[in-house]
């Protein structure tokens, strides 16, 4: 019997053992590794690159910060309007061009801002809209889940907001006549421009009265990594790597 209990004995304590290194590994592993949700597509931002995989300046921001806290970061492409909603769940954390919201406050944290934010118009060539009063009733292309969308759904008179997952597609139906104007972000604006020169033409956003937003990077409510990606910008603001990324994929200032 006594030779029974100490083999009983002896299992338990083997699988005790065998259960706190699988935590530790996890554990380990959990502090290692930071899941970062983006929406590739939001140039100069977001976007594919020749091998496939997410690039831009948020991706190379993203991984600057993960460098600065010891931690391998990982990117996973997501729509869009999934991603505040992923937070804290199946990522750790999202940067996607993503602006600082009241409505979006209430779901996550947000880092220190790290990036002005204007929204841009794009019309046909030939187009006269250039004011706000002449977006009212308008049919207007927008990506879902961006402040252009809310703009167009919530602020302009009788207007109609049509959402897409992608910027450059709200851009082709603009070109083929399915809406009449595009709201979104500057930077991707001006791409898209440039892209379609002989076929649309960007207008500053403020000439429609447009407010200056901030882009942040979005964490779990009361999450730890908040002060630690801010302690992580502000490092990499003083050594200079941010400029430089800012040079190497949006060009100019801040």
């Known amino acids: 019997m ?17 259960t706190a290194c699988g935590d530790t590994a996890a554990d380990t592993d959990a502090k290692d590794v930071l899941i970062v949700g983006t929406n590739a597509e939001f140039p100069p931002f977001e976007y594919l690159g020749d091998d ?21 970061v990982k990117i996973e492409n997501m729509e869009f309007n999934s991603l505040v909603a992923a937070i804290g769940t199946k990522i750790d954390a ?18 220190d801002p790290y990036y002005d ?25 927008c990506q879902l889940g961006t402040t252009g969308f809310f703009i167009a759904d919530e602020d302009i008179e009788g207007a109609e907001a049509v959402g897409y997952n992608k910027g450059v ?5 603009l070109i083929n006549g399915r809406v009449e104007l595009v709201i979104i972000d500057k930077n991707p604006a001006m791409v898209f421009g440039e892209k379609f020169s002989d076929k649309v033409k960007v207008v500053d956003g403020a000439q429609f009265g447009f407010e200056v937003e901030q882009y942040a990077i979005a964490l779990p409510k009361g999450s730890e990594l908040v002060q630690k990606v801010n302690g992580a910008l502000k490092e990499l603001k003083a050594d200079g790597t941010f400029d430089a990324l800012v040079a190497e994929y949006i060009g100019g200032d801040k």
């Open 117 to 141: 934010a204007y929204q841009y118009v794009i019309v046909p060539v030939d187009s006269t809209i250039a004011s706000f009063d002449d977006l009212t009733g308008k049919k207007i292309g």
């Open 169 to 173: 597609d709200a851009v082709n139906d």
């Open 2 to 18: 006594k030779k029974i209990l100490a083999m009983l004995l002896a299992m338990v304590m083997c699988m005790a053992c065998l």
């Open 94 to 111: 999202s940067i996607a061009g993503m602006t600082i919201t009241e409505e979006r406050l209430q779901s996550v944290d947000f880092s």
């Open 52 to 72: 496939g995989n997410p690039d831009g300046f948020d991706i190379a921001l993203i991984k600057a910060v993960g460098e600065k806290l010891g931690m391998e």
